[in-house]
């Protein structure tokens, strides 16, 4: 799937991921880099 640069579905996924991550692991916080170049592959296994 070709995503725009805007990406709102890209903030959509590090929303939901953002928030299993945290509940998960309190002590963690994940970050988002909007500055990055290349593919992203996103895998469920």
């Known amino acids: ?3 725009s ?3 709102d579905p890209c903030d ?3 929303g ?3 928030d299993r ?3 998960e692991m309190p ?3 994940p970050k988002k880099q909007d500055n990055v170049e290349g593919r992203t592959v ?3 296994t």
């Open 12 to 14: 959509e996924l590090y």
């Open 1 to 3: 799937m070709e995503l």
């Open 27 to 29: 002590q963690q916080r």
């Open 21 to 23: 991550v945290v509940e």
């Open 42 to 44: 996103i895998a469920r």
């Open 5 to 7: 640069r805007r990406c």
């Open 16 to 18: 939901y991921v953002h």
